[in-house]
């Protein structure tokens, strides 16, 4: 079992930053591929990025590439989501997951899920 809690969303102007955190209990966290997916309104859940156990290796949505960074830190049981250059678009409810089996941008090959976090961008 691994409890994960995101914490980190708010309200941001267009081209603002925020960093995500998602923090993990439980079992050994370190062992998981940890994605980060976002659910706007009305809309399909996305992946936007993920990261492998050790932070080597990482994959990012084209809509986000170039202006998000996921990064993690295995002593502190903890995976982050830098988002620069925020845009309108980005506003969402921004979810961690960790990685069971099957493909990697699937939402159902993740099994443990966190509350969520808000973000809106406003421009």
């Known amino acids: 079992q691994v409890e994960l809690v995101e914490s980190g969303g708010g309200l941001v102007q267009a081209g603002g930053s925020l960093r995500l955190s998602c923090a993990a209990s439980?079992?050994?966290?370190?062992?998981?591929?940890v994605a980060w997916f976002r659910q706007a309104p009305g809309k399909e859940r996305e992946i936007v990025a993920n990261i492998n156990w050790s932070g080597s290796s990482t994959y990012y949505a084209d809509s986000v590439k170039g202006r998000f960074t996921i990064s993690r830190d295995n002593a502190k049981n903890t995976v982050y989501l830098q988002m620069n250059s925020l845009k309108p678009e980005d506003t969402a409810v921004y979810y961690c997951?960790?990685?069971?089996?099957?493909?990697?941008?699937?939402?159902?090959?993740?099994?443990?899920w966190g509350q969520g976090t808000q973000v809106t961008v406003y421009s």
């Open positions: 997951a960790t990685h069971r089996s099957g493909p990697l941008g699937a939402s159902s090959s993740y099994d443990y």
């Open positions: 439980g079992r050994p966290f370190s062992s998981y591929f």
